[in-house]
Nanobody, 123 residues
Framework: QVQLVESGGGLVQAGESLRLSCAAS????????MGWFRQTPGKEREFVALISRTGSDTYYSDSVKGRFTISRDNANMVYLQMNSLKPEDTAVYYC?????????????????WGQGTQVTVSS
């Protein structure tokens, strides 16, 4: 069982940066691949980035590649550094954990989800 709590969202201007954090509970954190997803009203949840159990492998959607960086540490934390933000990055961002699939980009592959944090980028 894993509980996830996101933080770090807010309102920024285009071109600025934000760092999202996800705090995970549970002693088995290292067994989970972690992902970040985002969602806007009326749209399906969209894959953003993932990181492997050991942190050695990362993968990004084309829309954020080169601007966002996902990382994790041994203190049960996952981060999403977001640089050069654009208005189209505006969404609720969710942290998720997946205990089975490698390089999973589909939301249905993830067992556990946080409550989300709002990111708003003004033009």
């Amino acid at each position: 069982q894993v509980q996830l709590v996101e933080s770090g969202g807010g309102l920024v201007q285009a071109g600025e940066s934000l760092r999202l954090s996800c705090a995970a509970s549970g002693r088995t954190f290292g067994m989970y691949q972690m992902g970040w997803f985002r969602q806007t009203p009326g749209k399906e949840r969209e894959f953003v980035a993932l990181i492997s159990r050991t942190g050695s492998d990362t993968y990004y959607s084309d829309s954020v590649k080169g601007r966002f960086t996902i990382s994790r540490d041994n203190a049960n934390m996952v981060y999403l550094q977001m640089n050069s933000l654009k208005p189209e990055d505006t969404a609720v961002y969710y942290c998720a954990a997946n205990g089975r699939w490698s390089r999973a980009t589909e939301p249905r592959r993830y067992n556990y989800w946080g409550q989300g944090t709002q990111v708003t980028v003004s033009s």
